[in-house]
């Protein structure tokens, strides 16, 4: 009976080494598995006919941006600070934008609107070669005026045709892909429009983060000891740091950068471009959480140049009490300096602490005489009289050191020339390039197991028919 055990033992060293190989093999999968989306732009004009409609001589009416929105060129809108995933093996792509537009048009003399639609959070979704763009959709029925909110509906289907999602690079870009209403974004868009309208094309670019480095086989070290941290606490009525977002007008900017203006903006002294708006940080002053009073002034410096175009900005300043709020800053008109210049007058009751932040979410603006003035050194100078409405302030105070202000909108990453991503003429995945090492080391690893397994199995079978041959002489012969 010794032929039992040499057959127990080749199943089982086949058993271990099957599971050696299986262990080994998904882990290249697991590597190429899905990735994180983080940072990037979506552009879309939602439908220009209704923009244009909204803002015309029937509607008389306007839109506003939120929460970091954006214009770009002359029907688009920008959302910002994609988040999602994206799998390259599978195609499968998520993101979530987030920004919004709201619409209004036929004010009636109560001061509210017929037309009142926002749409805002815009998500795209693909799948198997299908996408669709989610959005919440706040709105007023045409006919009967109800109001509904509405999250995520999927309100417009994409139309992907030849365009590979698998094996993009980072970023992600899809340019100008067409999108239809659905049924569920008719109802959403108040009766404005019937299902299998034509809405704007789609394009969006989204950067997709490198996987995470595999853990390192070594024994861990220990762990540094913790630094003794610093007291939080800042003296009373102090701050720790502080900012205020403001994007002066939108109208302004698309003035500058357009062809009448022909000509851009550069910041300084620490200001950043959050898209919509500028950030003039490192604010220093007194912040009174109880009174609700402010007093800071902020670095940074806009300088916007053009076409009879040549104005700075710069040493902003916030007051706020009683709950208004006026902003002032330094301006440059040529080589003619004011300082101290109230510009706008902006809404301070929404401004509230909670835990160390402190924050005032896009108070409504409007110029002051001074800041009529400031733009006198511009050819539209007539457009902004004292009481224009400008474009909103927001402040972010971190009252100790442990309070994060909030992040600006991330816009992602351009796209270099030549960089993979999903196309109708896309080639077999590329982004697997940087796993080729890994997965030709793990098929390497397989093939030797393999014949390892194949060397075993012959020796087994080898020594069972040697005991096979010398156990039968001993053997009884088979009856007839």
């Not at 732009?41 to 009416?61: C, E, H, M, N």
């Not at 007291?231 to 740091?241: E, R």
């Not at 977002?245 to 903006?265: I, L, M, P």
């Not at 301006?331 to 902006?346: I, N």
Request: no cysteine; aromatic share 6%.
């Amino acid at each position: 009976m010794p032929a039992r055990p040499a057959r127990a033992s080749a199943v089982a060293l086949l058993a271990t080494l099957a599971a050696l190989l299986g262990a080994l093999l998904p882990a290249t999968a697991a590597h190429a598995a899905g990735r994180t989306v983080q940072g990037g732009r979506l552009d879309w004009g939602i439908k220009s006919s209704f923009q244009s409609y909204v803002t015309g001589p029937v509607a008389k009416g306007a839109f506003k941006l939120k929460n970091g929105a954006a214009t770009v060129g002359g029907s688009l809108f920008r959302f910002h600070s994609a988040t999602g995933s994206y799998d390259p093996d599978s195609g499968v792509f998520e993101a979530a934008f987030s920004g919004g537009v709201s619409f209004q048009g036929h004010r009636k003399p109560d001061g509210t609107y017929e037309l009142d639609l926002t749409v805002s959070r815009p998500t795209v979704k693909i799948s198997g070669g299908r996408g669709t763009l989610y959005a919440d959709v706040s709105g007023k029925a045409k006919d009967t005026g109800a109001v509904t909110t509405q999250t995520q509906v999927p309100f417009a289907t994409l139309g992907l045709g030849g365009v590979d999602m698998k094996g993009g690079g980072s970023p992600v870009a899809l340019t100008n892909i067409p999108a239809t209403l659905t049924d569920q974004g008719a109802k959403a868009f108040a009766g404005y429009y019937s299902a299998g309208a034509q809405l704007d094309p789609v394009s969006l670019s989204a950067d997709v983060l490198a996987p995470a480095a595999e853990p390192s086989s070594s024994v861990p070290s220990a762990s540094t000891p913790a630094q003794p941290s610093q007291d939080p606490q800042v003296p009373q009525g102090a701050f720790a740091d502080a900012a205020v977002d403001w994007g002066v007008r939108r109208t302004f900017r698309e003035y500058v950068t357009g062809s009448v203006g022909q000509g851009k903006w550069t910041l300084s002294e620490g200001a950043q471009d959050g898209g919509a708006l500028f950030r003039f940080p490192q604010g220093k002053g007194a912040y009174d959480g109880r009174k609700g009073t402010l007093d800071a002034a902020f670095a940074g410096t806009v300088h916007f140049t053009g076409a009879h175009l040549d104005l700075k900005l710069g040493k902003l300043s916030v007051k706020v009490e009683n709950g208004k709020g006026v902003l002032s800053a330094d301006v440059t008109t040529g080589s003619e300096t004011k300082s101290a210049v109230a510009l706008v007058e902006f809404d301070a009751k929404g401004l509230k602490t909670e835990g160390a932040l402190a924050t005032l979410t896009e108070a409504p603006a409007t110029l002051t005489e001074g800041g009529s003035q400031a733009f006198g050194s511009t050819d539209i100078s007539s457009l902004y009289a004292a009481g224009t409405e400008m474009d909103p302030v927001s402040l972010s105070i971190a009252l100790d050191a442990t309070a994060k202000l909030p992040a600006l909108p991330d816009l992602g990453s351009t796209a270099p020339p030549g960089a993979p991503s999903p196309s109708a003429s896309s080639p077999a995945p590329a982004a697997k390039a940087e796993e080729s090492s890994h997965t030709g080391l793990y098929a390497a690893f397989g093939v030797a197991v393999l014949v390892l397994a194949a060397g075993a199995v012959f020796l087994v079978l080898r020594r069972k028919r040697a005991a096979d041959a010398a156990d039968a002489t001993d053997a009884p012969m088979p009856q007839p």
